[in-house]
């Protein structure tokens, strides 16, 4: 005699009701245990009708970015979630043709599906660009813009940036910059990282209390947590307010192998005016244009960089990035509600010109992010040397 789910009391087949979920019967003492069994029924197929207007993904994409690689946790949310899926020598595999209807690939564990999982919690997206004339930054100039604003407004006292060194070109040199030459200094990215924590509490030492800090995630990520952890150096400290500026960045190079690199292609360091990442595509800015693959640089890349999974830096106030905009212009992630309002009034005295960034091209953003939040995954296939990781 078969036992009803639900209530798990025994169920005459002759006089109980009956439903079908994954091409079998289950049966049940009460109409009520039936309906709430077929609940579930119900909600894959209103998961599937508002996937349906998304884009098409079939279970192949599961397969390849998450099983095959040795990532998937056998918790089994996939077999459960759809009738076509069972498993199949220790692994989920089709029995049946696939519809894409992208519901296993929602309910795994290992995926990333939303926009706050991606780029963190975002209160509004723009596209901006610098109007300033005497100002030559990297893409639109926004971060440098927003730092002049501040300090002309009284807003910041100091800027913890980064500069190139004097003595040894594009090597970063983190300075405390109290004036507007300093912080033009700072305009332009190096594809170095900077060690900027230390100075950082070199400006607070000194007496500065409103401070603009510029970095990327992992330095951005340092100054959260010295506010947040009850071990911080800054939780109890509350005369010192720190507006959090985060910069996109999905690597950071060895500054050494950097430059042995370009002087391998017979470009000087001391010959360069500006580098860019664009497209998987290293370019140098020099006496021409030299353009290489971002592979070729690969090799130089910190080690950090390949167990980092935030692009956008999402404990920031502001963050700020190249991805999504057009030539000229910088796409901005208004975090807090602060970093939002200074934006706003920055554009209102002048220094930068804002405009909505477009579905499209935010959708750029995404998918760099999701590139990087899932860089871990796509490094070794696990067992594929029979050693693991």
């Known amino acids: ?32 245990c039936k309906n709430k069994f077929d609940e579930l029924d119900k909600s894959v197929i209103r998961v599937r009708r508002s996937l349906s207007d998304r884009e098409r993904i079939s279970f192949g994409k599961l397969k390849r970015e998450i099983i095959d690689p040795g990532i998937c946790t056998m918790c089994g949310a996939c077999v459960a979630s759809c009738e076509v899926l069972d498993i199949v020598g220790g692994k989920p595999a089709l029995k049946g043709r696939c519809t894409s209807c992208g519901v296993c690939y929602n309910q795994c564990p290992r995926t990333i599906t939303t926009e706050s999982s991606l780029i963190g919690k975002v209160r509004d997206v723009f596209t901006a660009k610098t109007v300033l004339s005497d100002l030559k930054g990297q893409d639109g100039g926004v971060v440098t813009s927003m730092l002049l604003y501040a300090l002309d407004e009284g807003l910041i006292d100091s800027a913890v940036v980064t500069v190139k060194s004097e003595e040894e070109p594009w090597k970063p040199v983190p300075i405390v910059a109290q004036t507007r030459e300093d912080i033009l200094r700072s305009a332009g990215s190096i594809y170095v990282h900077s060690m900027t924590m230390e100075t950082l509490m070199s400006a607070i030492k000194r007496g500065s209390r409103s401070i603009g800090f510029v970095g990327p995630s992992c330095n951005i990520d340092a100054v959260y947590k010295m506010q947040t952890s009850p071990y911080g150096l800054l939780h109890m400290f509350m005369r010192a307010n720190i507006l959090k500026m985060g910069l996109f960045c999905m690597d950071t190079f060895n500054y050494e192998g950097l430059k042995a690199f370009l002087e391998s292609k017979s470009i ?34 910190n080690g950090s960089c390949t167990v980092c999974t935030d692009l956008t830096a999402e404990r920031s106030d502001l963050s700020f990035g190249g991805v999504g905009s057009k030539d000229g212009y910088t796409t901005v992630l208004a975090r807090t509600g602060l970093g939002l309002e200074l934006f706003k009034d920055a554009e209102d005295r002048g ?4 405009e909505p960034l477009e579905r499209q091209a935010f959708e750029k953003v995404l998918h760099l992010a999701k590139a990087k939040k899932t860089q871990m995954y796509m490094i070794k296939k696990r067992f594929e040397t029979g050693k693991g990781l």
């Open 351 to 354: 220094y930068i010109k804002i």
């Open 268 to 301: 000087p360091l001391s010959t360069v005016r500006a580098m860019k990442i664009r497209k998987g595509k290293f370019s140098v800015i020099a006496d021409s244009e030299h353009t290489f693959p971002l592979n070729d640089i690969d090799r130089y890349r």
């Open 1 to 32: 005699m078969p036992i009803d789910p639900i209530c798990k009391m025994p169920v005459d087949e002759k006089t109980g009701f009956k439903s079908v979920y994954k091409n079998k019967e289950h049966f049940f003492c009460s109409e009520n």
